[in-house]
C-alpha cells in the first residue's frame, strides 16, 4: 500500500509539472482544475517541487488592482532534455531547459544518407555536447526525422526524398545510447514548438504546415499533437489535389506534394524559362537550369519578377485548396506555415490564404488567423525533445546519472 502511494504521489507531482509545462504561470486552483488534484495534494507536492528547484513562486498584481496573486512556474536550468532535427543534409542538436529555453544548439553537418550514418553523426557528437553543458539533461532523446513515421514503434515506414522504407530508426539509435528515444515528423515537431513557445502558443486549435523539399502538417489540440492510429495524422503532402497529376513515388497520381513544395516551383520555373519567357531568374543565357532553387523564384516573385509570381502563384493556390480542405475538416483557430518556402515568399503565403478562404466556408474562415513560424531547425529539436518529455515525465524524478552531471572545472 505504501509503494501504491509513493507511485501515486510521484504520478500526482508528475501531473503538476506537465500542466506547468503546457499552460506556464498558473496558480494553485488553476493547477487543482487543471489536473483533477485536490488542493492539498497541490499543496504538498508544490512544497516539495519547490524544495527539489524545480518548481519557483511568482508575484504579478492583478489587472483590477489589489493583492498582487501568487502563480507557479518551472524553474529554469534545473534539468536539460535533449532533442535533434534531421533535414537531410545536417542535424540541429539543441539542450533546453524545462521552461524551454535554449542551453546549447550546434549542427552536425552528414555526408552519407544511409540511416545507420545519418544516426552515427549525430550519435558521435553527443556525448561531448553532453560534457559541455552546464545543466544535467534527463536520460531522453527526441529526434525530429522526415517522412511517415510510427512515434510508437519508433519506425520510419518511408521517407521518399532519402529513399527510406522500413526504418527502426528508434533501434538504430537504442543499439548506440542506451536513453529512451522518440521519433516523430520533422513537420509535426516544429508544429509542437510553435504551439508551446512560438506564434500559436495563444490558440488551442492550430495546425502546422512545413513547405520545404517536402510537405506535412501537424494537427494540434490542446498544446498536444494529434498523432491517428500509427502516427499518420497529417499528410498532407500526400492528399491528392489533381486525379490526373504527375505520378508521385507513393504510387498515386497529383499528390499536392509534387504540386505546391520546392522541388515543384522549381520543375515548373524551368519549363517556362526554356520556352523563352523573360525573367531575372535567366540573364545569363549561359546559366544551367539544374542550379535554380526555389528560394531564388520565391525571392524574384516578391520582387515582381512575373515568371516567378507565376509559378509561385499556381504552386500556392494547390496549397490554399488543401488549406481549405483542412479548415472544413478541424475548424482550426490558426494556421501555421513553416519551412523554406513560406520563409522566402510572402506572396506564397498570401494567395494560399487568399485561396483558402475562397474554397471554405466562410463561418469557418471568419476568425482563422495565419501566420508564419518562429523557429527554424532549432522548433524541430525543441519539439521532438518536447514529445520525449511528455512520453516520459517520472524521469525528472530520477537520481542524475554520474555520467549525465557536468564537469566540474
Not at 517541487?49 to 536550468?77: C, E, F, H, K, N
Not at 504552386?315 to 488549406?323: D, N, Q, S
Not at 466562410?362 to 520525449?388: D, H, M, Q, R, Y
Request: proline share 5%; net charge neutral; aromatic share 4%.
Amino acid at each position: 500500500m505504501e509503494n501504491v502511494n509513493i507511485a501515486e504521489h510521484k504520478n500526482s507531482k508528475a501531473s503538476i509539472l506537465q500542466a506547468l509545462r503546457l499552460y506556464k504561470n498558473v496558480s494553485r486552483v488553476q493547477l487543482s482544475e487543471l489536473t483533477g488534484l485536490s488542493r492539498a495534494t497541490i499543496s504538498l507536492a508544490i512544497s516539495e517541487l519547490i524544495d527539489m528547484g524545480l518548481v519557483q513562486q511568482t508575484r504579478s498584481r492583478q489587472s483590477t488592482g489589489g493583492r498582487p496573486a501568487i502563480s507557479l512556474q518551472l524553474a529554469p536550468y534545473t534539468r536539460g532534455i535533449i532533442g535533434a532535427d534531421f533535414n537531410n543534409t545536417e542535424w540541429t542538436l539543441g539542450a533546453f531547459d524545462l521552461p524551454g529555453n535554449v542551453l546549447k544548439k550546434v549542427r552536425i553537418p552528414v555526408k552519407n544518407s544511409a540511416p545507420k550514418e545519418v544516426i552515427r553523426a549525430l550519435t558521435d557528437k553527443l556525448n561531448p555536447f553532453i560534457q559541455s553543458l552546464n545543466t544535467p539533461p534527463l536520460p531522453l532523446l527526441g529526434l525530429s526525422m522526415p517522412g511517415l513515421i510510427n512515434t510508437k514503434l519508433g519506425l520510419i515506414y518511408s521517407a521518399s526524398d532519402l529513399d527510406w522504407h522500413n526504418i527502426e530508426i528508434g533501434k538504430e539509435v537504442n543499439e548506440t545510447i542506451d536513453w529512451s528515444t522518440i521519433v516523430l515528423n520533422r513537420h509535426k515537431a516544429r508544429g509542437l514548438s510553435e504551439c508551446r513557445y512560438g506564434a500559436a502558443k495563444e490558440h488551442n486549435e492550430v495546425i502546422y504546415i512545413g513547405i520545404g523539399t517536402g510537405i506535412a502538417s501537424g494537427l494540434f489540440h490542446n498544446l498536444q499533437l494529434i498523432s491517428g492510429a500509427i502516427g499518420g495524422a497529417g499528410e498532407l503532402g500526400h492528399i491528392t489535389i489533381e486525379p490526373n497529376g504527375p505520378l508521385c513515388p507513393c504510387g498515386n497520381k497529383g499528390c499536392l506534394q509534387l504540386l505546391a513544395t520546392g522541388p515543384a516551383i522549381e520543375k515548373e520555373a524551368r519549363m517556362l524559362l526554356r520556352t523563352g519567357e523573360p525573367s531575372v531568374l535567366q540573364q545569363d543565357p549561359y546559366y544551367d537550369l539544374q542550379l535554380l532553387k526555389a528560394e531564388d523564384i520565391c525571392i524574384a516573385a516578391d520582387q515582381h519578377d512575373q515568371l516567378a509570381m507565376q509559378v509561385v502563384e499556381k504552386a500556392a493556390t494547390y496549397l490554399g485548396i488543401a488549406m481549405a480542405n483542412l479548415v472544413n475538416i478541424l475548424n482550426p483557430e490558426v494556421i501555421i506555415l513553416g519551412g523554406s518556402i513560406p520563409k522566402c515568399s510572402s506572396l506564397y503565403i498570401k494567395i494560399a490564404e487568399k485561396v483558402m478562404k475562397q474554397h471554405a466556408m466562410s463561418p469557418l474562415t471568419a476568425n482563422i488567423t495565419v501566420k508564419t513560424s518562429t523557429f527554424t531547425e532549432i522548433g524541430g529539436a525543441l519539439g521532438a525533445a518536447n514529445l520525449a518529455l511528455d512520453h516520459h515525465i517520472n524521469t525528472i524524478f530520477d537520481p542524475v546519472p554520474a555520467s549525465l552531471k557536468p564537469e566540474s572545472n
